[in-house]
């Protein structure tokens, strides 16, 4: 912020002094409506739902909801017994429950069993993979690129191995906290100008951080918290 908007000394004319605004403008919801009124002339201030009117498609969220295989569902609860006896161990142990940076490892463990992600590759039968794979193919038969994002890096190196070998064939841009930031700019500008280049997976971490990603039409959120 300048220090026209961040005093009010900024604003000649419009304030008196500090008293004044005080009295003029009280910390209410009505002050507050007061205060918008009297400054919508002398603020420049243009929301994007304004200036990309017109320009921008419209956004859709879809959310698709897998079911896990039954060998996955008997894992999965077996991953949550075991958690629930440690923090139950740990409880009895210390006289309380442990802190979340002793849990977090447990919820991550299951986030990712979730992802279908198996040692270092898919397990192709995993619905949540199926789910994937379909949005791709789908999308890149109308010629549309995907942005994917997921929390791991393991998951987003198996999805690379996927997505550029045997049955897809996909040319892939990837991004993670690895990638050296002097080449991000040039990978960023391939997915962004190239064609052919339909796929561009990155970590939440590292594809958030205002980078250019407007040539993909459609966003995956593999894994959610």
Do not use: C
């Amino acid at each position: 912020m300048s220090e026209s908007e961040e005093r009010i000394e900024g604003f000649p004319g419009i304030f008196s002094s500090l008293e004044r605004f005080k009295k003029e403008f009280p910390n209410t919801s009505e002050g507050r409506r007061r205060l918008s009124r009297r400054l919508r002339d002398y603020l420049l201030r243009r929301r994007s739902e304004d200036v990309l009117k017109g320009i921008l498609p419209a956004i859709h969220h879809h959310e698709e909801r897998v079911q896990f295989l039954p060998e996955d569902q008997g894992t999965y609860q077996q991953i949550e017994k075991n958690f629930g006896a440690w923090l139950q161990s740990e409880f009895e142990r210390t006289g309380r429950y442990p802190l979340l940076n002793h849990v977090f490892p447990w919820l991550l463990m299951m986030v990712q069993f979730t992802s279908g992600y198996r040692g270092s590759r898919f397990d192709p039968a995993n619905p949540k993979v199926g789910a994937a794979d379909r949005i791709i193919q789908e999308a890149d038969a109308r010629g549309e690129k995907v942005l994917v994002f997921t929390r791991f890096v393991e998951v987003e190196e198996a999805m690379r191995a996927r997505y550029t070998g045997e049955g897809f064939h996909h040319q892939v841009s990837y991004m993670d906290g690895a990638t050296p930031v002097a080449r991000r700019p040039r990978i960023i500008d391939q997915f962004q100008t190239d064609p052919e280049m339909k796929v561009f997976i990155t970590t939440y971490g590292t594809g958030s951080e205002a980078i250019n990603l407007t040539a993909a039409n459609i966003v995956i959120l593999y894994d959610l918290d």
